[in-house]
């Protein structure tokens, strides 16, 4: 809330862990950077310890695993094309790519 400074959870219990779900029904391991779609309807989370990117519904706070051990290692920073197609994710041994969308 930008009138009072008030700070809310979107997405998250408080406790760590792995799981999915709807705010705060979801857990993280140590969520190291965030990345906005272009168009502003979701956030992309650089899940450290759990090994996986993470969207976020801006909406509902529904938390949906995008990409896992297989495909990212120690996620740390992130980022997202400009068609928002594509993430960029640093993780401890790599540069990676993960598709997301179909390019338009």
């Known amino acids: 809330e930008v009138a009072t400074g008030?700070?809310?959870t979107l997405a998250g219990s408080g406790t760590s862990g792995s799981a999915d779900g709807m705010g705060g029904a979801a857990q993280f391991g140590y969520p190291c950077d965030v990345a906005i779609s272009p168009e502003g309807r979701a956030l992309f989370?650089?899940?450290r310890n759990n090994h996986k990117i993470r969207r976020v519904e801006v909406a509902t706070g529904v938390v949906t695993t995008?990409?896992?051990?297989a495909?990212?290692?120690?996620?740390?920073?992130?980022?997202?094309?400009?068609?928002?197609s594509a993430l960029l994710v640093c993780t401890d041994d790599s540069l990676r790519?993960?598709?997301?969308?179909?390019?338009?």
């Open 6 to 8: 008030a700070v809310s």
């Open 45 to 47: 989370v650089a899940d």
């Open 66 to 69: 995008v990409a896992g051990m």
């Open 71 to 84: 495909q990212v290692y120690r996620p740390f920073d992130i980022a997202i094309s400009t068609d928002g």
């Open 97 to 104: 790519q993960v598709c997301v969308a179909a390019p338009p």
